[in-house]
């Protein structure tokens, strides 16, 4: 199993309605703790966008609530030198943190791009699995890259595995 032991660093709250204003986005919210294997290390925010244009987001995610459902695109706010700069594309995020050279990097890069997170216990759940086994978060280097173990729910609340290269 693959831990992200770094913690991220989060933008200030008091500094959400700003990018709100200056991105046009309709929400922002703290980074998870998985995206602390990134490096380099900035403070960070996730802004949301019912905008789903082709090349302006990260990461499309299905949005499934009560009373809501609908796709929504989920990119990356980074403060750089006292600047926020919006990452919504792979390319975006390849210029600040590729290369990426160890297993904690790798699945906290492979989670932003795939919309994914690690998943280290399945005891815990109240679901009904239909598989026996689950291989658990992992990174694997490989000479081409590396390969890696994510999970996601789907709209039933299955878990699926998808087995990430880059």
Not at 2 to 25: R, S, W
Not at 46 to 60: A, E, F, I, R, S
Not at 70 to 91: A, P, Q
Not at 129 to 149: P, W
């Amino acid at each position: 199993m693959t831990f992200i032991k770094q913690i991220p660093l989060d933008i200030k709250i008091a500094e959400y309605k700003t990018i709100i204003e200056v991105f046009k986005v309709g929400e922002v919210d703290k980074v998870p703790s998985y995206y602390g294997g990134l490096s380099p290390k900035f403070e960070m925010a996730l802004v949301y966008t019912h905008q789903l244009g082709n090349d302006d987001c990260l990461n499309k995610q299905n949005l499934n609530q009560i009373n809501e459902m609908g796709e929504y695109c989920m990119n990356l706010i980074i403060k750089r030198n006292g600047k926020y700069l919006l990452v919504k594309s792979d390319n975006d995020l390849k210029k600040i943190f590729a290369p990426i050279e160890n297993e904690e990097e790798a699945i906290s890069y492979v989670s932003i791009i795939t919309g994914t997170h690690p998943k280290y216990d399945f005891g815990k759940e109240k679901i009904k699995y239909i598989v026996e086994n689950f291989e658990m978060t992992n990174a694997i280097k490989r000479n081409d890259g590396f390969e890696t173990v994510t999970f996601d729910y789907d709209l039933f609340c299955n878990y699926s595995a998808p087995l990430n290269k880059f």
